[in-house]
């Protein structure tokens, strides 16, 4: 009997159309009781435990849902722009610039912030928007926004910005707990309109696995978006990528370009018997033309003999791929090159003179002893330049600014214009060509002339004191030299020769210059010709300091680093950490210099522990 009046209703139905409305009442009611289970059973998962990810993700969404409704009349909520007071501390948010005729901005969107009094973590969802001309922050508003994610990345292009990948942690940090993934990556691509600020999530099929620490650049020349790299670590398994994805902004499709593991099927093979970066995440690229480049980045592999152990591995080659034959190449180290690390920042500058070149920031390199037991860290505050024309690297050089050099009279001026201060504030290189000969003329009030005869002589690469100095500035470079005494033999006898800036009169203001104190996961980029830092971590002993201060540098003239915004968060905990502090300095090469010989990086001293995946 019921099949056949179901038959009949269905009949009748297709003949004279279904009842109004006792269908779509039926069916609505019937929706909203689901999702009140859903809540309720969130809302008592989530009391319960506070470490379970997948119950936290789903009143999240649940909220964001409810949220999104409260427009009024039935009506959703619209986006907003609202001038705000500066974000709190974060790490690992992504930082776009975002030009427009009516001005520069700074899109930040997501982050994490570590707690120091709790020791707790929150993930963000929420989106920022700085004015680089007038130095303010605004919150944008707006629905639907993707669920909070850190170690994402994002670019902006066509009046949109694309978000991909990242991580969710639970509040504890804990990967795996009473077998429930606590640690939650994401695969999903998102799109924000950046002229209505409307989110929508685009079709993620075909395209990369899940994974955060990965990097996603874009590429103007093709239209087209590249992604690199990452990691996916659930507690359970844990695997580094290497592939290679292409975006397409015309169609918003992926392709595979090759590389091992990483997409939705099976892995991709390299190039045809070519080389290929090995896996890692918290790298550095950059594209230039048509090649892509590869920089540093962290990977961890399980010990060979006892599985429970992992062995990490910061690195610090550099890779370039030739964008039309798909080929990669390993290139040589040459100049002043940074250690091996992970987790830095990276933003590249088109300097009207020396071409494109990338300018590399902190990040950390990890220690191991005792067969892996024991992990130290090293954070950096250096900052790099690498010339992409002349593969070479650099350590910058931060000049004192111009109200210091007027200071110290007009004939100390070419002195101190020739200075070669590192970006990390060391003394410069005493066999810096451009240094001899900025202080050799000098006047004699500033320079003795013994010290000026002494610097004549560095000018002139063929001389033997030229020669046994640059040996001496290689020997100790990466340390804070005021006094170096070695053994060289100078035109046949043995000599004492002395290795000290102060000796030659140079000027050593630039050590008291401000700069940013060490850190991982800083968000860095660069507008016009302004390079901008905010945030990172740093460790003090066992605890995580999430920063919130922002500085600034012009990148054409050097002039040292300006501080924006002093950092609000975890002062105590740093200054009582100073002692073991790793703001170490190193030695400068400057760009104008033709060093004959390659040089290689000193190790730093060991610091804290830290995490390099992101």
């Not at 690199?228 to 507690?235: A, E, R, S």
């Not at 250096?382 to 910058?396: I, M, N, P």
Request: with cysteine; proline share 6%; hydrophobic share 35%.
């Amino acid at each position: 009997m019921g099949s056949g009046r179901d038959k009949r209703k269905k009949a009748r139905e297709r003949k004279d159309g279904p009842v109004a409305g006792i269908g779509t009442v039926k069916t609505e009611r019937k929706t909203q009781k689901n999702e009140a289970k859903k809540e309720r059973r969130a809302e008592k998962r989530i009391e319960g435990d506070e470490d379970d990810v997948e119950a936290i993700l789903l009143r999240l969404a649940l909220e964001e849902k409810a949220r999104a409704g409260k427009g009024g009349a039935g009506a959703e909520a619209k986006p907003a722009v609202v001038e705000c007071e500066p974000p709190g501390p974060r790490v690992s948010a992504s930082f776009v610039p975002h030009v427009t005729p009516r001005g520069s901005y700074l899109l930040m969107f997501g982050g994490e912030f570590a707690d120091p009094s709790t020791d707790k973590v929150t993930v963000f969802r929420d989106m920022y928007r700085f004015d680089t001309d007038k130095r303010k922050w605004a919150r944008i508003d707006s629905p639907h926004a993707p669920p909070p994610r850190s170690a994402h990345q994002a670019v902006a292009a066509k009046g949109s910005m694309l978000v991909f990948g990242g991580e969710f942690t639970s509040p504890n940090q804990e990967k795996f707990h009473h077998y429930r993934e606590t640690f939650h990556h994401y695969r999903d691509l998102w799109r924000l309109d950046l002229a209505t600020w409307e989110w929508d999530c685009l079709p993620a099929k075909g395209g990369p696995s899940a994974r955060s620490g990965h990097r996603m650049v874009l590429q103007p020349l093709k239209n087209r978006v590249l992604l690199f790299g990452g990691f996916y670590d659930t507690g359970r398994e844990v695997k580094y990528y290497n592939d290679l994805w292409e975006l397409s902004l015309e169609t918003l499709k992926w392709t595979s370009l090759g590389g091992g593991g990483g997409g939705g099927g099976a892995p991709a093979a390299p190039g045809p018997g070519g080389p290929w970066p090995s896996p890692r995440s918290g790298c550095g690229v950059a594209v230039v033309g048509d090649t892509l480049w590869v920089f540093g980045g962290y990977s961890k592999a399980k010990d060979d003999e006892d599985p429970e152990l992992e062995h990490g591995k910061a690195m610090d080659d550099v890779w370039a791929c030739n964008l039309t034959s798909y080929t990669w190449e390993r290139v040589k180290k040459v100049g002043m090159a940074p250690g091996a690390r992970a987790s830095f920042a990276l933003a590249v500058h088109a300097h009207p003179k020396a071409g494109p070149r990338a300018f590399v920031f902190g990040g950390v390199s990890d220690n191991e002893a005792k067969g892996g037991e024991d992990l130290s860290s090293d954070f950096h505050n250096d900052l790099y330049t690498f010339a992409f024309e002349r593969r070479r690297w650099f350590a910058a050089e931060l000049r004192p600014p111009a109200k210091g050099k007027q200071q110290q009279g007009a004939d100390a001026a070419p002195a101190s214009s020739g200075a070669a201060p590192g970006a990390d504030g060391s003394d410069a290189a005493a066999a810096s060509t451009s240094s001899a000969a900025g202080a050799g003329a000098a006047s004699s009030s500033v320079v003795s002339p013994e010290a000026a005869a002494r610097l004549a002589a560095l000018c002139d690469k063929s001389s033997a004191l030229y020669r046994a100095a640059t040996k001496i500035q290689a020997s100790y470079r990466g340390y804070v030299v005021r006094k170096a005494y070695q053994l060289y033999k100078i035109g046949g006898v043995v000599s004492e020769v002395l290795y000290s800036p102060a000796t030659y009169g140079l000027d050593l203001s630039c050590l008291s210059m401000p700069k940013p104190r060490a850190r991982i996961g800083a968000l860095m980029t660069i507008v016009g010709n302004t390079l901008w830092l905010l945030g990172g971590t740093v460790e003090v002993g066992s605890r995580e300091v999430t920063l919130d201060d922002m500085w600034a540098l012009d990148v054409q003239r050097l002039d040292g680093w300006s501080l924006v915004r002093e950092n609000t968060v975890g002062e105590e905990l740093l200054k009582a950490g100073s002692g073991s502090d790793s703001e170490w300095t190193e030695g400068s090469g400057s760009e104008d210099e033709d060093d004959e010989e390659d040089e290689q990086p000193l190790p730093a001293k060991a610091k804290a522990a830290g995490k390099a995946k992101s």
